[in-house]
């Protein structure tokens, strides 16, 4: 009785061990999953909680690639196929930002902040640098082609 209850039970320890959160579990390929590591090198790290603050301003469908802190009054995102990444910068200073976006998609982007007349194509694999002001509230910007797909970000302004 004892063989036939280690026999029935070692299926159940294998298949156990094999699904384990330690290198056995599933391998997904869904882009939301992996959101936190698809920014370009040079574009600032997104935040530990991985999404965009409350003050972002962005309304509607976002594909929130997280936030990072901007570095100045440049700054660099990258633009997927269908988000920007970080989605949002904090901490811009007022004034003149220069935004500089790489294309790592496959698809054509744009930059678009109507208000402020900005309206950039960014080719598969090209970088374009735009210029936005910065004021007292957040700046959002989107991709023309993409914005029903959530493709939008903002640069939000720091204290002072």
């Known amino acids: 009785m004892r063989r036939l209850l280690l026999m029935l039970s070692l299926p159940v320890l294998v298949a156990g061990a094999c699904g384990s ?6 391998v997904t390929n869904n882009p939301a999953a992996s959101s936190t590591t698809s920014a370009v ?19 509607g469908a976002v594909t929130d690639h997280g ?16 988000f920007f990444s970080p989605t ?21 982007h744009n930059v678009s902040v109507p208000d402020q007349g900005v309206d950039t194509d960014v080719p598969s694999g090209q970088t374009v640098t ?17 914005r029903a797909s959530g493709m939008a970000g903002s640069l939000i302004p720091g204290p002072g």
Do not use: E, I
């Open 88 to 108: 949002c910068l904090t901490n811009a200073p007022a004034g003149a930002v220069t935004l500089t976006v790489h294309n790592g998609g496959q698809a054509l």
């Open 21 to 26: 959160s330690r290198g056995g579990g599933a």
């Open 130 to 146: 735009v210029s936005v002001k910065v004021g007292s509230t957040a700046v959002g910007y989107f991709c023309k082609y993409h």
């Open 41 to 59: 090198a040079a574009a600032p790290a997104p935040t530990a909680a991985g999404k965009c603050p409350a003050n972002a301003g962005l309304t």
């Open 67 to 82: 936030a990072g802190r901007a570095a100045g009054a440049a700054d660099k995102v990258d633009a997927g196929d269908f």
